[in-house]
């Protein structure tokens, strides 16, 4: 290892290394440009950078708008607290699960509209698409919803409980 690299280490809490990796991650995964990202969580590409490195002199606030922007949800667990231990099992479970990208952007137009950051041959999950639906409800225009995005709104809701969103 070399000396910045383990100065880096020691200067960052693993934690917020961690952290940083796993927004930069989902960023990657979404396809979303760090410039888009940054816009959309109201931050600096600088600032969105350093807490992609995980820099513990970036506000705590900066990291949650980060965060919300990418359907990202921060909670504070105790370590090895029973939430913590069921979260790990779950994520092994989901990485097992049949849940694979299959809801194309382009077909919704109202998902197209408030995922305006992605390509709109871009395939979903169902969790990604209630994300954005969530994230950006606000925006949506219940009188534009066409019939075959009520059902599947409708569908995100029966399977996965979409409850704070009215169709």
């Known amino acids: 290892m070399n000396i910045a690299a383990d100065h880096e280490k020691r200067q960052n809490p693993l934690s917020l290394l961690s952290l940083g990796a796993q927004i930069t991650a989902r960023r990657k995964v979404l396809k979303v440009r760090a410039l888009s990202c940054a816009g959309a969580a109201g931050i600096s590409r600088v600032t969105l950078h350093r807490i992609e490195k995980g820099e513990p002199s970036v506000n705590v606030g900066a990291y949650l708008q980060v965060c919300e922007a990418l359907g990202l949800h921060l909670a504070l667990l105790p370590l090895g ?44 999950t169902d969790d990604e698409a209630i994300g954005i639906y969530e994230r950006n409800k606000r925006f949506l225009d219940l009188n534009q919803i066409d019939d075959q995005e009520r059902v599947l709104m409708k569908r995100l809701i029966a399977t996965k409980g979409m409850e704070r969103l009215l169709v």
């Open 81 to 124: 607290s029973q939430e913590l231990r069921q979260g790990k099992k779950l994520k092994k479970e989901s990485a097992s699960n049949n849940d694979m990208p299959h809801i194309r952007i382009q077909d919704y137009p109202q998902l197209k509209a408030l995922a305006w950051q992605l390509k709109a041959d871009m395939l979903l």
